[in-house]
């Protein structure tokens, strides 16, 4: 399957089985409009209804991956419950990536910053470039971290690290990035998309469901309880039992075939 479509400010394109969100606002470093938000809802959209997508490469155009909010969209002093309203709106783009049923895969170059680091860490995995810089940049602007970035950073770094970075907005770099575990894997020869994209395409044979029942056990684990983990996994296998990817496993199992499905050393 091979398919795309190319508008101004995001770049879509679906090529075999991964998907791939390109922010292409180079001018201005990729910052993150209401209007680039929709536009990312709306191919979140088109990857949920194409079950053959097995993974979602998101990142940007130009050498950098996001500079943040629009700084132009907040020249206009808002009320408290404006800009809560504002916020509310942005909370269904957020909630739709941390819930895509495939694994998002974050290609980071130049950089992340506030918004933009809040949107990478949206992903499940974060590729980048040597060249890579995050930063939580919302307090040097007297704001409070958003997209979701006060629940996904200290699940990846501890809380006392995650206020740490917060509180003193500074950046770091593509190996603290890794060490800290925020990044999975540096692209060392700089083709942070080319790599992130290889990821992806690794998920080809995996079982759709599987993944997103998977994933959604995953998400929550830090909010549930022991028995409310374990009766999703009890609903999540039930499904998985039945489905046709486990029945073809099975067979493969029993004649001693290779699955269809086994991750491959690069």
Known sequence: MNAGIEKDELHFEVRDSVATIALNRPARRNALSYALRSRILECMGK???QPAIKAVVLTGNGGHFCSGGDIQGMQAALTAP????????????ITEMLNCERPVIAAVDGVAYGAGMGLALTADFIVA???ARFCSAFLRMGL???LGLMHTLPRLVGL???????????????REALALGLVLEIAEDGDVLAHAQALGARFAQASGPALGMAKHGLNTSFESGLSAALATEAYAQGIAMSSPEHQDAVRRFLNKE???YQWQKK
């Open 129 to 131: 470039s040597p060249r």
């Open 82 to 93: 404006q800009g809560r309203i504002r916020l509310l709106g942005a909370h269904h783009f």
């Open 144 to 146: 409070v971290p958003d």
């Open 258 to 260: 290779l699955p269809l």
């Open 160 to 174: 006392q690290r995650a206020k740490e970075i917060v509180f003193t907005g500074r950046e770091i770099d593509a």
């Open 47 to 49: 990857i949920r209804e």
